[in-house]
């Protein structure tokens, strides 16, 4: 595999369980970041970990409920009305924190208790 920059990956999984997202591969290492937005269901959960470490875990979410990163926070809810692009705090952005991994290390996201109605989860990065 040649080196790549940009969407390393992305997963639009919605239902309960653990959704791994990217996996370095063999013989290389990546520095990455995180972009999401999703739709909870009623009372769901979602957690983001890298390589096994959890980032973050919501409590749980009211239904219709956004879920999103920015490129100051890792994780917010807001209302869809709430998201306008008009600052940073309701633009979804990469989050800004680099994530520095190697080879079989992995980033995934876990939705709990009630399905997701929609997810665009992206890794980016360079590998």
Same mark, same amino acid.
């Given at each position: 595999?040649?080196?790549?920059? *940009?969407?390393?990956?992305?997963?639009?999984?919605?239902?309960?369980?653990?959704?791994?997202?990217?996996?370095?591969?063999?013989?290389?290492?990546?520095?990455?970041?995180?972009?999401?937005? *999703?739709?909870? *269901? !009623?009372? #769901?959960?979602?957690?983001?970990?890298?390589?096994?470490?959890?980032?973050?875990?919501?409590?749980?979410?009211?239904?219709?409920?956004? #879920?999103? #990163?920015?490129?100051?926070?890792?994780?917010?809810?807001?209302?869809?009305?709430?998201?306008?692009? !008009?600052?940073? *705090?309701?633009?979804?952005?990469?989050?800004?924190?680099?994530?520095?991994?190697?080879?079989?290390?992995?980033?995934?996201?876990?939705?709990?208790?009630?399905?997701? !109605?929609?997810?665009?989860?992206?890794?980016?990065?360079?590998?």
């Amino acid at each position: 595999m040649s080196d790549a920059i *940009g969407v390393l990956n992305a997963s639009a999984a919605v239902a309960v369980g653990t959704n791994t997202v990217y996996t370095v591969p063999a013989g290389h290492a990546a520095k990455v970041q995180i972009m999401f937005r *999703g739709v909870a *269901g !009623s009372n #769901s959960t979602l957690a983001v970990k890298i390589n096994g470490m959890t980032i973050f875990t919501t409590a749980a979410l009211t239904a219709a409920t956004v #879920s999103y #990163s920015t490129s100051t926070v890792a994780h917010k809810n807001d209302a869809a009305a709430s998201i306008v692009g !008009s600052a940073v *705090g309701t633009t979804i952005a990469p989050f800004a924190q680099t994530y520095m991994l190697s080879a079989d290390d992995t980033v995934s996201f876990v939705i709990g208790t009630a399905d997701f !109605s929609s997810m665009d989860f992206q890794v980016i990065g360079t590998q």
